[in-house]
């Protein structure tokens, strides 16, 4: 049986392949393409953990809701203006005077505050008429636990608590996607060998199957669960481009207000601190109120770590003569952190990247549409493909005709 949280996922693939077809113009390959996929993967992956965080239809990618789209631009300025403070001296004097990217910034998380309230309060009026069914998302769980007076909250908290979840699981996913996309076109033996997978593993070899409502019964938690090759790809994708390039430490040390507040972002944006003097297992002396990074970015390339082959794309290094999928130590593969502030959503976002991957991968062949382009990575919080990605596709079944 596909599980809620499959169905949901799926109908997110599905919608990202109605505008990969127009998008891409996938008839007509030659035709100008008007929206970068990086950009439809993030639209779609908002839509997704939306729905998962709030239980609600934010449709960015299909554009209904122009409240929503506005939401989503909102969340992304906010989190490239916030980024700022790190370089801008005078961020507080701008913010004081209410000038520049400070003003922006200010308007951003107004808009933000207002859409996400505007949701809570549409969602907490369900869940306080009884008859409405029980819902399996972050937020009804907060909200159960409200009503029943199992637990009291600040609203601003609870709207903390869900908007650190967005904000987690959005461009992370998206992102590494986008990589992922560009390593499989690198390199299309790795593309073809995971459509043979989803076709053994996902449709058992039965038949061929033409209908993605179809295709879409047949994921369930076993048969995510048996792609080994296609989650060696998605790790292998997350060493060479981790979603978090750069990281700091937790293992004896706290953080300094991971809650929002009304400066919620510039929260969100501060580090981790060692809460009391301790010497780390290199020997290195570290005193409180220290803040120390680690660059999974940097981790993932190390032949020390890989061997010589590190920098090259090679998903077999985490199959065993099986093909049976061997993860290593967290504190070597570090993309996730880890330790007691490990991700929270590692698991979750393992799904949905798999079954985007499994959809979009058995029904369409990808191609970079410049071969000979080099791509970089944007300097963000999170890693992303400077100046989006760019793909052709072409439909297998159209191709096997
Ligand atoms: C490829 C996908 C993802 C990667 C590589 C990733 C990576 C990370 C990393 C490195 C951290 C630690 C950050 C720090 O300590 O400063 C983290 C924390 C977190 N992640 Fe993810 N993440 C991903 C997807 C997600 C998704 C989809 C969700 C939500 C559904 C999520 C929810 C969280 C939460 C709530 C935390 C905070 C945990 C805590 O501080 O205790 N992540 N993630």
Redo the contacts with the bound molecule.
Sequence with gaps: MPTPMSSSICRQAFSLISHTLINFDLFMPKTKLREPQQDLLMKSTMDS?FK??FGFELDCLGGSNQEAVEFAEALDTANEFTLLRYVHAFWRIMRFLGVGTEAALKKNLKVIDEFVYKVMDIRFNQIANAHQEKRDDILSKFLEEIKNQKTTMDTRYLRDIIL??VI??KD??AG?LAWFFYLICKDPSVQEKIHQEVKRVVLLETKECTDFVEFSRNINDESINNLHYLHASLTET?RLF???PL??L?ATIS?NG?IFNENSFVRLQEN?VCFSDDILPGGYNVSKGDIVFFQ?YAMGRMEYLWGEDAQSFRPERWLDDEGIFQPESPFKFV???AG???????E??YR??KTFAAVLLYFFQFKLSDEEKVVHYKTMATLRIDQGLYLQVSSRQRTSE
């Excluded at 007691?340 to 590692?346: A, F, H, N, Q, Y």
């Design positions: 953990i998962i965080a650190s979840f987690a699981g992370t996913t590494s997350l981790p979603a978090v990281v700091s937790s953080r991971t981790k999974p993309a996730f952190q007691p502030r490990i991700c929270l959503g590692r979750f976002a949905q990247m």
